[in-house]
């Protein structure tokens, strides 16, 4: 069966149409007119905001035009991660999907279900005819991956109800009511180098095959980072062998817990045979550490050229005990709501090469006061060897209501329909509803969608049969919308 002729097929048939589209956070230019011409198409009243947000409104069907008009809200970017042996160009090739038993997943590359399938979804609901419904507005924003840019900017004047279903969750049985905000942090470092010692054998080692995934919502699932393996690596090694460290490249995206990280070191040609021991001696202990969560680490060394000069001994010695000492992981749980990751910090980017070391990671919390605790703690790592550190895109979390009225619909409705009472929680993920929130004062918010595992990483999948649960559920929800 091809991906187009899964029920509902109107929303897989959007979602295909999204896919065939580059959409990298803040590269949404043609994202952002394929959503003005689809809303143009439909003769529905359609809004591009300032910053690039689009808004679409339709009418309530005949006998809902009483009911509280409902917000439908998505983000249009996605995450844009693939393989490093996946030959796949994001700015001109859509992503490739394919079923596997109840999943939909993509080709070496993010599937973008994450937020495509909500975006999918709102298209299918303006597109219907045959669907009951209160007056809806879609609002779609931009660059939520990368710094919630379009929640940020915002024009609220373009958003008149005060009910708003965010369609950004990732388990079908949840009910969201609160996340974490977060803060990025960036260092940068000017390192000395010298000539490569002569009579010296260089390999490229690299750490591969790790699971990665999101930085928030499986920040707790103790998946190794290759950034934080690679120090390692280069700490311990340099205790037995004198290692020459020439440069280093390690995660891509603040969001996503880095699965590859690669450096070029090098070693007197009489240390070869004992640098080769210590490689397979420490991927051993490594593999035995992570044998149940990184069944597919390795740790590569490939004998590559000699470079010309690498790091001068006391920058190594500061920089790899720097990324050592920093902060990784869960920062701190939760102490009123089990289960929840209250702060966390994810190391994503590491770069050593021609003379700058640079860091780029994320920390997220639910409480104000954590976040700045865990970013100035990962700042001070970093700070200790004379980098210069700032941070940037600083958002706001979501206040978890308890009293929420549409919740309490959804609850009801949920149990109702599946027999079953909803998981409502407050996720660790930076959903936009704080930041919309914010701007829109009174709004009554939740977040719900259907299950997609592997998030940010090329292992993202969606399940087919709980899209279907999820359209189903949300078509009930908006048939039940109370009255103004």
């Given amino acids: 069966m091809k991906v187009g002729n899964l029920e509902p097929q ?62 439908l809200q998505s983000h249009l970017d996605m995450v844009h991660q693939k393989n490093s042996d996946s030959d796949f160009d994001f700015d001109t090739q859509g992503i490739e999907m394919y079923i596997d038993g109840d999943w939909v997943k993509a080709k ?23 669907i009951a419904h209160p007056a809806l507005e879609a609002l779609f924003t931009i660059d939520e991956e990368t710094g919630m840019t379009g929640a940020k900017q915002l024009d609220p004047s373009n958003i ?19 996340c974490a905000g977060g803060i990025d942090t960036t260092t940068v470092y000017n390192y000395k180098h010298h000539p490569a010692v002569k009579d010296s054998v260089a390999f490229k080692v690299s750490i ?17 980072n290759a950034n934080k393996l690679l120090t390692r690596l280069l700490y311990n090694g340099n205790k037995v062998l004198d290692l020459q460290l020439a440069s280093l490249e390690g995660g891509s995206l603040r969001n996503a817990i880095p699965r590859e990280a690669s450096a070029v070191v090098a070693v007197s040609s009489d240390q070869k045979s004992a640098f080769l021991s210590f490689i397979a001696d420490f991927s051993e202990v490594i593999k035995a550490e992570y044998q149940s969560v990184e069944p597919g680490l390795k740790i590569i060394a490939e004998e590559t050229t000699l470079p010309l000069e690498v790091l001068d001994k006391q920058d190594y010695h500061k920089i790899i005990n720097a990324l050592y000492t920093v902060p990784n992981g869960v920062f701190r749980m939760s102490p009123d709501i089990p289960d929840l990751v209250e702060a ?20 997220r919390s639910s409480v104000e006061s954590t976040k700045e605790d865990v970013a100035i703690a990962v700042g001070a790592a970093f700070e200790n060897i004379g980098s210069t550190v700032t941070t940037s895109g600083d958002y706001p979390g ?49 977040s719900f969608g259907p299950t997609i595992h592997g998030a940010h990483s090329p292992d993202e999948r969606v399940q087919i049969s709980s899209v279907n649960k999820f359209w189903h559920y949300l078509l009930n929800v908006l048939q039940e919308i109370p009255a103004r």
């Fill in 208 to 224: 591969k095959g790790l699971l990665g995934g999101h930085s928030g919502m499986d920040i707790h699932k103790g998946r190794a």
């Fill in 160 to 178: 008149s109800g005060n009910i708003l279903l965010n369609l950004d969750t990732e388990e079908d049985d949840e009910l969201t009511i609160g």
């Fill in 10 to 71: 109107s929303l897989w048939n959007n979602f295909i149409a999204l896919n065939a589209i580059p959409r990298a956070s803040k590269n949404e230019a043609q994202v952002i007119e394929f959503m003005v011409a689809f809303g143009k198409e439909l003769g529905l009243e359609t809004i591009k905001d300032h910053i690039g947000n689009v808004v679409i409104k339709k009418p309530a069907t005949e006998g809902m035009e009483n009911r509280e008009t409902v917000v």
């Fill in 344 to 363: 966390s910090t994810n190391l994503a980017r590491v770069i050593i090469k021609d003379g700058e070391f640079i860091t780029k990671s994320l920390q």
């Fill in 108 to 130: 070496g590359t993010t599937l973008g279900a994450d937020n495509g399938i909500g975006v999918a979804t709102i298209m299918a609901l303006l597109a219907s005819d045959d």
């Fill in 398 to 446: 979501w206040k978890p209501d308890a009293d929420s009225k549409i919740l309490s619909l959804m609850r009801k409705l949920y149990a109702t329909n599946f027999n079953a009472e909803p998981n409502v929680n407050a996720c660790h993920a930076g959903l936009e509803c704080g930041i919309l929130g914010a701007h829109l004062p009174g709004m009554d918010m939740i």
